[in-house]
């Protein structure tokens, strides 16, 4: 799971370099976000702007992240592409994620595979 780390005004930025967010990442994506987000600290926003194709085990993995971190640690989203923002939709998600247009400029991003 490839995805880069980095801050924007007190948050936890991580974006998601994979194309596909489905049941063949699913859990290497939870264990990443785990590993990021190990450390306490400030809200997370996940940038989905590369992933193109995401399935019920894609979004199981992100609601799963959501509780990971849990109320005190809010998880929000950013800049799904027009096929990710529909399973949100239809699953009706977009009322439970708070969801950006875009990314965040960021400083200090690094890649982790």
Request: glycine fraction near 8%; charged fraction near 20%; avoid cysteine.
């Amino acid at each position: 799971m490839q995805f880069s780390i980095g801050q924007s005004g007190g948050a936890l930025v991580i974006d998601v370099l994979e194309t596909r967010l489905d049941a063949a990442v699913a859990l290497s994506f939870k264990d990443a976000i785990r590993s990021a987000t190990s450390s306490p600290g400030s809200p997370v926003i996940l940038g989905l702007s590369h992933v193109e194709f995401m399935d019920s085990s894609g979004l199981g993995a992100i609601v799963g992240a959501m509780k990971l971190l849990g109320s005190e640690r809010p998880l929000e989203l950013a800049a799904p592409s027009a096929s990710v923002m529909k399973v949100f939709r239809l699953t009706r998600m977009d009322t439970v994620f708070r969801i950006h247009d875009q990314l965040p400029d960021t400083h200090g991003l690094s890649a982790v595979q």
